[in-house]
């Protein structure tokens, strides 16, 4: 399988696609090719980490239909694979029905944490696996860790990187009756 990379355009080309071994095989210590391609695997790291800060930041403002628009071309799957919401719509019911609101917040704060990202051979698609954990505090619940678990995501690079689906796990649960409208463990 050949691995192509985005290089960006420079003094050696355009930009576009460059072959992964074409770039390693003729690349010197200090290349300018090599560089494009650490940038370009940078990047797309940048990008996914800053997707998944995003969805906490739209979490923890109440915005559903921020989150609606960040997951518009995405599913979200439980642990066993079956469909928990697709597409703007989908996600933006989903949390605008489920999440208790106390003067337009949730009072949450939700933290990303330990992620791994894996780019695909191609560079078009990437996955990653990272833990999470909620806080809370309202009127009757103190500041506290409320749930904890994984997310297990897909990425595409189309024009510029996207969700493409989110999976969550849920490891361990606290007090969620001030948080959610429903069980998460039914």
């Not at 095989?25 to 090599?34: E, L, N, V």
């Not at 992620?115 to 560079?123: A, F, N, R, S, V």
Request: hydrophobic fraction near 40%; charged fraction near 25%.
């Amino acid at each position: 399988m050949t691995l192509k990379v985005p290089v960006v355009a420079g003094d050696e080309g355009e930009a576009g696609w460059s072959d992964m071994a074409t770039i390693l095989g003729s690349a010197s210590p200090g290349s300018r090719s090599r560089f494009r391609y650490r940038a370009a695997v940078s990047d797309a790291h940048e990008a996914v980490r800053n997707l998944l800060g995003r969805y906490c930041e739209l979490m923890d403002a109440g915005d559903f239909a921020g989150l609606g628009a960040l997951f518009a071309q995405a599913r979200m799957v439980e642990e066993h694979g079956h469909l928990v919401a697709e597409g703007a719509e989908g996600v933006e019911q989903l949390y605008a029905g489920g999440t208790r609101m106390y003067d337009g917040s949730p009072r949450t704060r939700h933290v990303t944490a330990n992620t791994i990202i894996e780019l695909d051979d191609d560079g078009s698609a990437a996955t990653a696996r990272s833990s999470y954990v909620v806080f809370q505090a309202v009127e009757g619940l103190v500041l506290q860790p409320i749930i904890a678990g994984r997310y297990r995501d897909r990425f595409v690079l189309d024009g510029a990187w996207r969700f493409a689906e989110r999976c969550f796990y849920v490891d361990q649960v606290g007090d969620l009756s001030h948080h959610l409208t429903y069980d998460v463990r039914t």
